[in-house]
């Protein structure tokens, strides 16, 4: 079945760092995939649609210079978090497979984000 | 704004009892999709439902999609301690036809003692 890889799996950093996140499609052409966001114990939140060669389309209340953003490829999205603060710790979790068609979402493992 | 509502937000059951977990929508939906995230993991697609008052069985789980396309159902029958996770659903956002762009409801935690 189709697979979507994510690294990395875990992050620690100090406040003030930039941290970049991967998603890629391993065995399937994605032109558009989406970043979730995940607090403990709630649902996920659709962040951001990530479209190859264009730029993202953000959600309401969810700042595109702080999460930046990249679909250079028909197989990897780029997020990332600029300056990031103790608030912006999550589990982010992006997805791909879906679009036109009756294609499920298949999600990658995620990444824990946890900003000292 | 489109919200999709699931209840309830905890379950305890012991093994071999039956699990349900009711989700409904503000807006009419083109499709529902149920996701499966066990602790620690990432949410694993579990199945679609398109068609008004459609019901569809995988082994022990049962999914109905309501006559109005407002609502869904997933049950499962004699739970097992494999069956423990975070049960979502998932429409598509803003009452759109896409399959990717989704608004999940909150999702039910379900544990199951031996």
């Known amino acids: 079945g189709a697979v979507v890889s994510q690294h990395p799996s875990r992050v620690i950093c100090k406040s003030g760092t930039s941290v970049k996140i991967e998603c890629r499609s391993l065995d399937f052409q994605a032109t558009t995939m989406f970043w979730y966001r995940q607090f403990p114990k709630q649902s996920l939140m659709l962040m951001a649609t990530?479209?190859?060669?264009?730029?993202?389309?953000?959600e309401q209340g969810v700042e595109k210079d702080k999460f930046l953003i990249n679909h250079a490829s028909l197989t990897l999205s780029t997020l990332t978090v600029t300056s990031a603060h103790p608030e912006d710790s999550s589990f982010y979790i992006c997805?791909?497979?879906?679009?036109?068609?009756?294609?499920?979402?298949?999600f990658g493992d995620g990444t824990r984000l946890s900003i000292l | 704004g489109q919200q999709v509502m699931q209840i309830p937000q905890y379950q305890h059951v012991q093994e071999g009892e039956d699990f349900t977990t009711y989700c409904n929508s503000s807006?009419?939906?083109?499709?529902i999709q149920w996701y499966k995230q066990r602790p620690g993991g990432h949410p694993v697609f579990l199945i679609q439902?398109?068609?008004?008052?459609e019901v569809k069985k995988q082994k022990r789980l049962t999914f109905q999609f309501g006559e109005a396309k407002k609502n869904s159902s997933l049950h499962i029958t004699a739970t097992q301690t494999t069956d423990v996770g975070t049960y979502f659903c998932a429409g598509p956002l803003g009452g759109g036809t896409s399959y990717g762009k989704l608004t999940f409801g909150q999702g039910t935690i379900l544990t199951v003692h031996p």
């Open positions: 997805s791909a497979g879906g679009g036109a068609g009756n294609q499920p979402q298949h």
């Open positions: 807006t009419t939906l083109s499709n």
């Open positions: 439902l398109v068609k008004s008052g």
């Open positions: 990530s479209n190859e060669g264009s730029k993202a389309t953000y």
